[in-house]
């Protein structure tokens, strides 16, 4: 037993000293040799860079995407580029590249900076001769140029750029990348789903094939996964123009709004515009998610006051509440309404705004335990954390009584708060709110993303997150609402009063006090529509309007009107009456303008809606609508003749233009919608006298 130990343990000897010996060799005087090894392998293997993931619309059009671009450099020692043969085109060259990158340097520039190349004592084997970055489909032409279609002297450094097709629009919230393509997404969703767009990149080692060095993958990159969020391309373009054509009518500094499907939470829309020195507006900071400067709500809170309150039971819509002349003092601090109210309901100040009734029904019942006003509006949701998906959005606060120091809770802390001061609420926090009223009171987390994508297959969905059941009442509920229609019906936003639908909303003013002593204002319109069947919740701010329509109502007001009626006009399935839903909530029919009678039946098929027609209806193309239980019925309009004035009331522009300007009628337009009046006379005759004709759309 002892010999074979002994065997076993020189065997091991005998083995480990020749290890020992290489090991040292290695380490000690072949050990430069091998650092050397090493870095040469180490410098012989690239990566390869892997294509960043695209973001996509919830409508699939295309917001931003990673293009590949080439940067010209050229290889002097190619096998095959004789000196001969250089010099003898060098001209030809010089000329093509001049003429391909559109004479930015002049021939005999360009054959200077390739002489300079040439006579470098080794031969440069990467020389850039531009920097401009190209596409694929310029990229190819290079092969055509002199001296590189006989000799594949030429190289590409393949670069990825990150274009936005819609350039501008809501480009805040899409978000960029740092100018280090490695460093990743910088803000917005690009930096919040940067784990999943950008990718891995792959290894590749450089050998040298028939003269030239080639990059031999040894590990694939993998490209990064599709981003489809949640907004809406349509509605964003048409928020984006409503609010840029309001801004400028008004010369304001700065504006947002948002646009979010109550139901679900998705945001359909966020614009964030900024005045440029020249008059222009462009995409600015997220306004949206963190306001400007203090960002007090003012008088859009007064509906979360009147939630508190209506659920206290310290007052109904019909309560009598004395404002006085339009001024009242609290506790040495005078408050003003914007004009004198007397004597007016509960329901009645909503709608006129007044500050000195929300501060009086709040101060007078809450005065000697304001805790429970403090928490009953925390129980709303008002400051509730949102995790929306964008990094830096500023959280909502509401100064607690408990708070001390030079900021901290007074005496006039209360009546301030009930009328929206010494509050901070960004925009996305006030319409989470009043999409909670709009959403029957369940109150839903706004979200951005709705999918993550991988070669086209979903790895991750984002559904409608709960975040609070119910924040009120049925009954308070429903008074509020009423409240919110009243003020467009008959209070301070009647700007915001649509023809087609019922909107619900509130107006807001706070008056901004600046370091500087300068005071300014920020105006809000936040409401929903339609009132009665809600679809969508929407916010409208600027900040420091200069001319015109400058008051909340307005200019948020009617901003917020325009952006509703457009949205609604683009939505046919909004157009319904009750009557036309199922108690399983599915639509029978949709309202439909009159018109072409093929583009009508494609698009209800499209939409899964029964269209019924006559006999007579077959033989005609243009036919008149409207929708009952079963569906939607046409009727055709009767003969249209070549050279009579046709009949296009009912019908929507694309259609009534193609009617009149194919018998050589020149028309002008006034409104949007369906035309409601045409200024010549159906049937009659069309002559050189009545050729001009004017439509009225609403």
Request: proline share 4%; aromatic share 8%; with cysteine.
């Amino acid at each position: 037993m002892k010999n074979r130990s002994a065997v076993v343990l020189i065997f091991m000897i005998s083995f480990f000293i020749p290890c020992v010996i290489c090991m040292y060799q290695t380490m000690g005087p072949d050990g430069d040799r091998w650092r050397s090894l090493s870095k040469k392998v180490l410098s012989d293997s690239v990566l390869v860079p892997q294509v960043r993931g695209n973001i996509f619309s919830c409508d699939g059009k295309l917001l931003a995407s990673s293009i590949p671009v080439y940067v010209l450099h050229m290889d002097f020692q190619a096998d095959g580029l004789k000196r001969d043969t250089f010099l003898a085109k060098v001209d030809s060259l010089a000329m093509a590249l001049s003429e391909f990158y559109d004479r930015d340097k002049t021939p005999a520039e360009y054959k200077r900076h390739l002489m300079e190349g040439f006579r470098k004592t080794t031969g440069n084997r990467n020389y850039c001769i531009n920097r401009k970055p190209l596409s694929y489909v310029k990229w190819k032409q290079v092969k055509t140029f002199p001296i590189f279609r006989d000799v594949k002297c030429y190289t590409g450094q393949k670069r990825v750029q990150r274009k936005r097709p819609y350039d501008d629009m809501a480009s805040r919230t899409i978000g960029g990348l740092y100018a280090e393509v490695e460093k990743g997404g910088m803000s917005g969703i690009e930096q919040y789903c940067d784990t999943f767009l950008k990718g891995r990149p792959g290894l590749a080692s450089k050998v040298r094939v028939a003269g030239a060095y080639r990059n031999i993958e040894d590990v694939d990159a993998e490209n990064g996964c599709d981003v489809v969020m949640t907004l809406d391309a349509n509605i964003q373009d048409i928020v984006d123009s409503d609010l840029r054509r309001r801004l400028a009518m008004s010369e304001a500094e700065f504006g947002c709004a948002t646009v979010m499907e109550v139901a679900t939470g998705e945001i359909k829309a966020m614009s964030n515009l900024r005045r440029t020195s020249s008059g222009d507006y462009i995409e600015g900071a997220n306004y949206s998610v963190n306001g400007y400067y203090m960002g007090e709500p003012g008088s859009t809170f007064k509906i979360a006051t009147a939630v508190v309150a209506l659920e206290a039971g310290i007052v109904d819509t019909s309560t009598i509440i004395d404002t006085g002349n339009g001024t009242c003092n609290f506790y040495g601090r005078n408050m003003s309404d914007s004009h004198p109210n007397g004597v007016l309901s509960f329901n009645r100040a909503i709608q006129q705004s007044s500050n000195i009734a929300m501060a009086k029904v709040i101060d007078g019942a809450f005065h000697k335990n304001p805790e429970k006003y403090i928490e009953a509006l925390y129980d709303l949701g008002l400051v509730m954390p949102l995790g929306l998906e964008i990094k830096g959005a500023k959280p909502a606060k509401i100064k607690h009584p408990s708070e001390t120091g030079k900021n901290g809770w007074s005496n006039t802390s209360l009546p301030w708060i009930a009328h929206g001061y010494e509050t901070e609420m960004p925009p996305i926090q006030t319409l989470s709110f009043y999409n909670a009223l709009a959403n029957d009171a369940t109150f839903v987390r706004p979200h951005l993303i709705r999918e993550i994508k991988r070669n086209g297959e979903v790895i991750r969905s984002y559904g409608t997150d709960v975040l609070k059941s119910s924040i009120c009442s049925k009954g308070t509920l429903n008074k509020v609402k009423q409240m919110m229609v009243d003020v467009v019906e008959y209070g301070t936003a009647t700007a915001a009063k649509s023809k087609y639908f019922k909107i619900a909303g509130k107006t807001g003013t706070a008056i901004q006090k600046y370091p500087d002593g300068t005071r300014k204002r920020q105006l809000t319109f936040c409401g929903f529509f339609p009132a009665d069947r809600p679809k969508y919740s929407i916010i409208v701010m600027a900040w420091y309007p200069h001319k015109g329509a400058i008051g909340a109502g307005s200019l948020c007001g009617a901003t917020f009107k325009d952006i509703a009626e457009h949205i609604y006009a683009q939505s046919p399935l909004m157009h319904m009456a009750p009557s036309m839903e199922r108690e399983d909530g599915q639509i029978f029919a949709p309202v439909t303008k009159d018109g072409s009678r093929k583009a009508l039946e494609y698009l209800l098929k499209e939409l899964s809606v029964n269209y019924r027609k006559s006999e007579e209806d077959a033989k005609g193309d243009w036919v008149r609508t409207h929708a009952d239980e079963r569906g939607v019925v046409g009727t055709v309009v009767g003969e249209v003749k070549n050279d009579r004035v046709p009949n296009v009331m009912g019908m929507g522009l694309k259609d009534a233009i193609f009617l009149l300007e194919n018998r050589g009628m020149k028309v002008t337009v006034e409104g949007t919608g369906s035309v409601v009046k045409q200024s010549q006379e159906i049937g009659t005759f069309i002559t050189s006298a009545n050729k001009n004709i004017h439509l009225v759309l609403r």
